[in-house]
Nanobody, 122 residues
Framework: QVHLVASGGGSVQAGGSLRLSCAGI????????MGWIRQAPGAEREEVAR???????TYADSVKGRFTISKDNFKNTPSLQMNSLKPEDTGMYYC????????????????WGQGTQVTVSS
């Protein structure tokens, strides 16, 4: 079993930056695919970034060039550096992971953190 805890959210003005972190407890050594998913009020969940065990990253078009996902090789959990934040980036951000390899299409992550709120004001 794996337990994830996301942190680092907060309130910033447009153009600001935040760094989200994800702590893991349990069988995290064999986690392969990791990602960050966000959900705005009244909207569907959106996967914003993912990273696999080789370090290959994938980003949603809406965040390319502004967000960077990375993996702490010691902790084997993902972080998300968010720059040039926009009001439309507002939402609850969840870290997620799976022992399975990342696929090409949508990933149904097995393990989810509890979410951390990001609010961007104009």
């Amino acid at each position: 079993q794996v337990h994830l805890v996301a942190s680092g959210g907060g309130s910033v003005q447009a153009g600001g930056s935040l760094r989200l972190s994800c702590a893991g407890i349990g069988y995290i050594d064999n986690l392969d695919c990791m990602g960050w998913i966000r959900q705005a009020p009244g909207a569907e969940r959106e996967e914003v970034a993912r990273i696999d065990s080789t370090g290959t990253t994938t980003y949603a078009d809406s965040v390319k060039g502004r967000f960077t996902i990375s993996k702490d090789n010691f902790k084997n959990t993902p972080s998300l550096q968010m720059n040039s934040l926009k009001p439309e980036d507002t939402g609850m951000y969840y870290c997620a992971a799976d022992h399975l390899r990342c696929g090409i299409g949508p990933m149904e992550f097995r393990y989810w953190g509890q979410g951390t709120q990001v609010t961007v004001s104009s």
